[in-house]
């Protein structure tokens, strides 16, 4: 298993950066599918950014070309750059580690969150 914490939230003016730090702990994320999801208030959790294990990345639309994810399994460690910030980019982000161990069961395991708030 494998333990998530996301660090580097904050409140942040609109076109500013920031950059979202996720350590893990309890084993090595270098075998799992990393992400970055989030949710604002009301609203349902969505999917930002993917990272596999070959570092292929996905973004979604709404943050291509601004966002980027990196994964450093040495530290442990998945990055999200933000730039460009906007605010409908205002969300509670978490981490998500997926791994499937069978073709019919796979893990998901979630960070707590860290706020991310663009207001000017």
């Known amino acids: 298993q494998v333990q998530l914490v996301e660090s580097g939230g904050g409140l942040v003016q609109p076109g500013g950066s920031l950059r979202l730090t996720c350590t893990a702990s309890?084993?090595?994320?270098?075998?799992?599918?990393m992400g970055w999801y989030r949710q604002a208030p009301g609203k349902q959790r969505e999917v930002v950014a993917e990272?596999?294990?070959?570092?292929?990345?996905n973004y979604a639309d709404a943050v291509k070309g601004r966002f980027t994810i990196s994964r450093d399994n040495a530290k442990n460690t998945v990055y999200l750059q933000m730039n460009s910030l906007k605010p409908e980019d205002t969300a509670v982000y978490y981490c998500?580690?997926?791994?499937?161990?069978?073709?019919?069961?796979?893990?998901?395991?979630w960070g707590q969150g860290t706020q991310v708030t663009v207001s000017p």
């Open positions: 998500n580690a997926h791994i499937a161990v069978r073709p019919t069961v796979a893990f998901d395991y």
């Open positions: 309890g084993s090595s994320i270098s075998s799992y599918l």
């Open positions: 990272i596999q294990i070959s570092t292929t990345t």
